[in-house]
Structure formats: structure tokens, C-alpha cells
């Protein structure tokens, strides 16, 4: 089985989070090739996903091994499940919900910390908790400033739930729709809304004084 990538920022994008239906086509033809015993094309769908997987749960851990490790275990996981996959969903969001679930499994048993990028927040315009005036900020007065932000921007994720850091993650980060991520969590699109705007609303307070 092909290794998960390595990752050298603080937070991790995959290059391309929309998956057209050519592509849903060759999974559904690759997933019943796995089905049938040939495990060349597994590999495929390894090789496919792996470094849009890696980045979710790299943005959930925080830690390149952990990471690496949960990433591994999600695609053997997938694999020994696959016998059950019927199609109902795409193999994408299949494959996604068991990474997310295998990663909040670990974030629960370990209750490891969460760290952002504040350069990352800016290129990716989380205007929405205003997080881009961190970002802009803490490049005028590194590192004193910026040490200091990314403690309190560390210490307000920590105190959001999984499940409401699971969503910020995946739709701040990941770039997915509300319905992408309804799918994964197992939730209605109402809720991950609800909890978006929530997690917003922690975030907003806890960094009021940042964002004056």
C-alpha cells in the first residue's frame, strides 16, 4: 500500500477539493475492480486520495506522524471495508467519513492540540470570524505579536469540540460544501450550518480583543 505525504506547513490544503463526475465514474469502476480481488487498484485510489486525505486530518491533528499514521490506517481500513461499499454515496465521501471518523476517534483518546497558520488564514480568507486581521496584524510585528496570537488563537480551537472543530476544519480549510460535509459527519446540512456558525461564534468571543 502507497505511503501518506509528508507535509512541511503548519496547515495543509489539497491542490483540488471538487470531484467532477468523470471522476465518481472511475471510482465506482476502480472500487469494483478492489471488489473482485484486484488490488493493483486500490493502489489507484490510494495514489488518488491520499494527499487530499492527509490534509484533513493533518489540519485535525496538528502532527505530521499522527497524521501519516491515521491517513495509513483510514485507506486500510477503507480497504477491508470495501466489500460493503454499495455506492450510495461517492467513494470520496465514503472514504472521507472514515478518515474523519478514524481521526476523531484518536483527537478523542488523546485530546491533542489543534494549531493553525496565520499566513495560511490569509491566503485562504476566513472573513467570515474575521481571522484575516490576525493574519495581517501578526505579520507587522513578528515574532513577539505573532507568538502571542497564535497562543490565543490555539487556546480558542481548543476549547471548540471535535465535532464543531470538525466542521471548521473541513469548511474553512478544506474548502467543502455544507452538503460534502453533512455527508461525511453523518449530519443534516442544518446542523453542520449550526454548528459552523456556533464555532464562529466561540472563535468571535474568545478573540474579541484581537479583532477590535
Do not use: C
Not at 88 to 96: A, C, D, E, G, M
Request: glycine fraction near 2%.
Amino acid at each position: 500500500m502507497a505511503d501518506a505525504p509528508t507535509a512541511s506547513s503548519t496547515v495543509v490544503t489539497s491542490h483540488d477539493h471538487t470531484t467532477a463526475p468523470s471522476a465518481v465514474g472511475d471510482d465506482a469502476l476502480l472500487v469494483k475492480r478492489v471488489q473482485s480481488g484486484e488490488m493493483a487498484a486500490f493502489d489507484q485510489l490510494i495514489v488518488k486520495y491520499r494527499e487530499r486525505l492527509f490534509s484533513v486530518v493533518y489540519n485535525l491533528t496538528s502532527n505530521r506522524d499522527d497524521a501519516n499514521d491515521l491517513t495509513q490506517e483510514a485507506f486500510i481500513r477503507a480497504f477491508r471495508s470495501i466489500s460493503k461499499f454499495k455506492g450510495n454515496s461517492s467513494f470520496f465521501t465514503w472514504l472521507y467519513r472514515i478518515a474523519v471518523n478514524t481521526t476523531i476517534t484518536h483527537l478523542k483518546r488523546n485530546r491533542k492540540r489543534r494549531f493553525f497558520s496565520f499566513e495560511q488564514m490569509d491566503e485562504e480568507g476566513s472573513s467570515n470570524v474575521k481571522l484575516e486581521s490576525l493574519a495581517s496584524r501578526a505579520k507587522t510585528d513578528k515574532p513577539t505579536y505573532m507568538r502571542e496570537l497564535q497562543e490565543k488563537l490555539n487556546d480558542a480551537l481548543q476549547k471548540l469540540s471535535v465535532k464543531h472543530r470538525t466542521v471548521v476544519v473541513l469548511y474553512e480549510i478544506e474548502g467543502l460544501s455544507h452538503q460534502e460535509i453533512a455527508e461525511i459527519t453523518k449530519t443534516s446540512e442544518g446542523t453542520v450550518r449550526s454548528r459552523l456558525h456556533y464555532a464562529k461564534q466561540q472563535l468571535r468571543e474568545t478573540l474579541k480583543d484581537y479583532l477590535e
